[in-house]
């Protein structure tokens, strides 16, 4: 069965920091790209960033940039978003995504974890 599973969410003050996982179980992280995606209250699902089976990894706007990174782990078959400083605009839900073109076409959504920045 193919899952991803988040994790890592909560409630965090302004200029905090939390590290989100994602743990993918019947497919193997390492041949796809992982992504992160969040959709704040009223907003559309936003790219935040990306790590390719490659290796490039890129975080996706200047909003993030210099307080969030990606990595993977593939002996893990996991992806970890670090988010630092943290602000009331970076309150969403967080969803972790596996996609790839070859062989075949493949795409895959965790449930998400809720992040909520708050004093």
């Known amino acids: 069965q193919v899952q991803l599973v988040e994790s890592g969410g909560g409630l965090v003050q302004p200029g905090g920091s939390l590290r989100l996982s994602c743990v993918a179980s019947?497919?193997?992280?390492?041949?796809?790209?992982m992504s992160w995606y969040r959709q704040g209250p009223g907003k559309e699902r936003e790219l935040v960033a990306f790590?390719?089976?490659?290796?490039?990894?890129?975080i996706v706007g200047d909003s993030v940039k210099g307080r969030f990174t990606i990595s993977r782990d593939n002996a893990k078959n996991s992806v970890y978003l670090q988010m630092n400083s943290l602000n009331a605009e970076d309150t969403a839900v967080y969803y972790c995504?596996?996609?790839?073109?070859?062989?075949?076409?493949?795409?895959?959504w965790g449930q998400g974890t809720q992040v909520t920045v708050s004093s």
């Open positions: 995504k596996a996609w790839r073109t070859y062989p075949i076409k493949s795409e895959y």
């Open positions: 019947g497919f193997t992280v390492s041949t796809y790209t």
């Open positions: 790590t390719t089976s490659g290796g490039t990894s890129l």
